[in-house]
């Protein structure tokens, strides 16, 4: 469980500098949502998990 959840930590970080930079709607930010969303799922976060794939 350690390993994803600084899984979890550096993908948030990436999404708010992807965010920043490239914007909401890029390709590079939204794969990092998605990928943001496997760790949650991974997890069992699930509904965290559906909420980041609705976005």
Known sequence: QGHWKEAEELEV???EKFKQVLGDNHPRTLM???N???IYWN???WKK???L???
């Open 13 to 15: 970080e990436m999404i």
């Open 32 to 34: 990092s949502m998605a």
């Open 53 to 55: 794939e609705v976005e």
């Open 36 to 38: 943001l969303a496997s």
């Open 49 to 51: 998990a559906e909420k």
């Open 43 to 45: 997890q069992g976060y």
